[in-house]
Antibody
Framework: QVQLQESGPGLVKPSETLSLSCTVS??????????WAWIRQPPGRGLECIGG???????YLHPSLKSRVTISVDTSKNQFFLTLTSMTAADTAFYYC????????????WGQGTLVTVS | QSVLTQPPSVSAAPGQKVTISCSGS????????VSWYQHLPGTAPKLLIY???KRPSGIPDRFSGSKTGASATLGITGLQTGDEADYYC???????????FGGGTKLTVL
């Protein structure tokens, strides 16, 4: 059974940088055919794609966040990471890490999510 | 404003059928694969439909997906109170080179 677990601070000050990690079990990031992604949900709003990465080096970032986001991988620890700079109140959201197919045909495993508040 | 358009809410009685629409464009739905998710507050979204119309193991056949052109539809038959949740469609957007989701539809089972 594939499991993902986010970890990181629940509170970030405006203008600071958010760093989240996602620990994967039940699948190996270094050999998986899947992409490893970050998705967020601001309070009262819908899901927003942040970006994703494949162990081959292929990656994508949503244009609206591209200038502030880095997604990286540590295959030795089977973890991947999100860094989001210059945080504002608009970045307050539940942040989910997840796994999706290469064709973006379905995001089949998600972490439980972590609430990040900017204040 | 979400790239994909869903109705904010739908409702139906237990045992009835409901459909949830997801409208996009040639940049996304028309030329890419659609998936659907069920989301209860405080929990991880659950994949209901992948590859437009396939159900993952464990998802009952009460849930179905279809796609025509730049629109997709999620169907739920035999509604149960446990189906009350937010439902999202998702796909790839070729112009944005990123995933996109609908704004979500809240299902109420009266």
């Amino acid at each position: 059974q594939v499991q993902l677990q986010e970890s990181g601070p629940g509170l970030v000050k405006p203008s600071e940088t958010l760093s989240l990690s996602c620990t994967v079990s039940g699948d190996s990031i270094s050999t998986s055919t899947y992409y490893w992604a970050w998705i967020r949900q601001p309070p009262g709003r819908g899901l927003e794609c942040i970006g994703g990465v494949h162990h081959s080096g292929s990656s994508y970032l949503h244009p609206s966040l591209k200038s502030r986001v880095t997604i990286s991988v540590d295959t030795s620890k089977n973890q991947f990471f999100l860094t989001l700079t210059s945080m504002t109140a608009a970045d307050t959201a539940f942040y989910y890490c997840a796994r999706h197919s290469g064709s973006y045909g379905g995001t089949d495993y998600w972490g439980q999510g972590t609430l990040v508040t900017v204040s | 404003q979400s790239v994909l358009t869903q109705p904010p809410s739908v409702s139906a009685a237990p045992g009835q059928k409901v459909t949830i629409s997801c409208s996009g464009s040639s940049s996304n739905i028309a030329n890419n694969i659609v998936s659907w998710y069920q989301h209860l507050p405080g929990t991880a979204p659950k994949l209901l439909i992948y590859d437009n119309n396939k159900r993952p193991s464990g998802i009952p056949d009460r849930f179905s997906g279809s796609k025509t052109g730049a629109s997709a539809t999620l169907g739920i038959t035999g509604l149960q109170t446990g189906d009350e949740a937010d439902y999202y469609c998702g796909t790839w957007d070729t112009t944005l080179s990123a995933g996109v989701f609908g704004g979500g539809t809240k299902l109420t089972v009266l």
